[in-house]
């Protein structure tokens, strides 16, 4: 059964000439199109579903801003089916009549899902494109011509390069998540997919917000675009109760595996900040008895797709992933979100804690804060204009350096906090007290060298002669050897029989 027809509770604003539906009936849909809705039970549109439904059968552009979980991709499936059940030509070879755009593999292939279901009594032929799998078979589909193809850019340009899909037939095209895409780097490989596509087409952007990338965009490939807005995405749905716990880094592994071994959990998503974050935190719940798996962006396709198979059939409880997964799971049952790090964009939070209390039911959304976190969270409760709860933990948040404040007295002054560069290497040093052995930083290479060189240097050579990077020798290190023996050395004690300088291991090295 799909989850995009989902009751949804908020304000809804447009700017629109045409009558809003009220009930599927009156949407206009194709037969067998209505056919498939009502058997997957739902007579009424969402909020999103009654702005974008007619608009996009009148042939309009469209605008739409509305955060995830309110019925988006159903609103623009259904009038995209209802326009191929009217009219069923066969595509010519290589070509596509629809394209609709996704930034990641999650998203595209729920997509894919939807269409299947709501296209059920009409078979249109669709094709799912991104990275991660072997080309062959994507490729052998796109040399059929198809109704609709769901992409990822990076690999639609791929196949474009190649010749293996034209778009100069598509007559609709569709951006999903529009923001996320742009906020991945797929804005030059958006803007070279549309000059692609032929002028007079319809373009539809959805988005859960509005930057100005996203404006930018409106303006260079839309003609007069109809704009909807419903629900910003600084709203989180009413059914998610909030908490916070203020805790110590030390600490947020033992609160996790107590939050999770509650009985209430049914299942339960942890997100992290860092794909290494994602597998140590997996790692230390399967340790502890409860199942999980993690899902990031260095995962296989095939790992993926495992991992949430194993989520929706429940042999997995636990799913640990980066925000990669915050817009890309649409699955019923989760009762939990934790936040085990806090997101460094506001935004994030609330397209995380979507992931629960989904098609009206109710969820619980739990974030672990420590002292280091206090910045992101003064941010998220300023974008969704109030404090969260806190909960049990190791202080208050309320005291320390941080002043407590009224979130709903500055809304508009949000940050982008850069992400904790504390533990990143930064070099490729060798010896000395550097972070980590064989990868210290440039306090390590430096400390390496000094260890290296001894308590004298050759007359004339330079501090770090005859090394490489990281107070390694190299093959230059004749120069430096030339100027003398070191203090203490007898002549030619630093060569080997065939009268070449021997590379001897830093001091440091050698201990």
């Not at 990143?424 to 430096?446: V, W």
């Not at 430096?480 to 002549?491: E, L, V, Y």
Request: with cysteine.
């Amino acid at each position: 059964m799909s989850k995009f027809l989902i009751p949804f509770q908020g304000p809804c604003s447009a700017h629109l000439g045409r009558t809003r539906v009220k009930n599927f009936d009156e949407a206009g849909l194709a037969e067998p199109i209505l056919r498939a809705v009502k058997e997957e039970g739902y007579e009424a549109p969402t909020p999103i579903q009654r702005e974008v439904i007619p608009h996009m059968k009148a042939g309009d552009d469209v605008l739409g801003i509305a955060q995830t979980g309110t019925g988006k991709t159903a609103a623009f499936v259904l009038p995209l089916l209802t326009r191929l059940a009217e009219d069923r030509k066969k595509p010519a070879p290589h070509t596509c009549r629809a394209l609709i755009l996704a930034p990641t593999r999650e998203l595209a292939s729920q997509i894919a899902d939807s269409v299947r279901t709501y296209g059920k009594f009409i078979g249109p032929s669709v094709a799912v494109i991104f990275g991660g799998v072997k080309p062959g078979p994507q490729l052998r589909a796109l040399s059929k011509g198809l109704d609709i193809v769901i992409a990822t850019p990076g690999r639609l340009e791929d196949h474009m390069s190649t010749g293996g899909i034209k778009l100069d037939a598509t007559t609709t095209v569709v951006l999903d998540e529009a923001d996320q895409m742009l906020d991945l780097g797929f804005a030059p490989a958006i803007r070279r997919i549309l000059g692609k596509l032929p002028q007079k087409r319809q373009t539809v952007l959805l988005s859960a917000t509005m930057p100005t990338q996203i404006r930018r965009l409106a303006k260079e490939f839309q003609t007069d675009p109809r704009e909807i807005s419903v629900a910003p995405v600084s709203r989180p749905i009413e059914k998610i109760e909030q908490s916070v716990r203020f805790l110590n880094s030390s600490s947020k592994r033992a609160v996790l595996q107590e939050i999770l071994s509650e009985n209430d959990i049914e299942r339960a998503i942890v997100f992290t900040r860092t794909k290494r974050g994602a597998d140590r935190v997996s790692g230390h719940l399967d340790k502890a008895g409860l199942s999980s798996a993690a899902i990031h962006g260095n995962k296989s396709q095939r790992q993926r797709e495992k991992s949430l198979a194993g989520f929706k059939t429940g042999s997995i409880k636990i799913l640990v992933a980066t925000d990669i997964a915050a817009r890309g799971i649409d699955i019923d049952g989760v009762s939990h979100v934790v936040n085990y790090e806090l997101p460094n964009v506001p935004e994030a939070y609330v397209h995380r804690i979507g992931r629960t209390a989904r098609a009206g039911k109710s969820g619980t959304a739990i974030s672990l804060c420590d002292a280091t976190e206090q910045p992101y969270l003064r941010d998220i409760e300023r974008l969704i204009g109030r404090k969260i709860p806190s909960g049990d933990g190791d202080w208050d948040g309320a005291s320390g350096d941080v002043p407590a404040f009224d979130p709903t007295a500055e809304p508009a002054r949000l940050k982008r906090h850069k992400r904790p560069q504390g533990n990143r290497r930064r070099g490729g040093g060798g010896g000395g007290n550097g972070r980590s052995a064989g990868g210290a930083g440039r306090s390590g290479s430096a400390q390496g060298n000094k260890a290296g060189e001894g308590a004298t240097r050759p007359a004339g050579a330079k501090p770090n002669a005859g090394r490489g990077r990281g107070g390694k020798p190299n093959g230059n290190a004749h120069s430096a050897q030339k100027n003398g023996p070191r203090t203490g050395q007898k002549a030619g004690q630093n060569r080997s029989q065939n009268g070449r300088p021997r590379r001897t291991k830093p001091a440091a090295a050698q201990h």
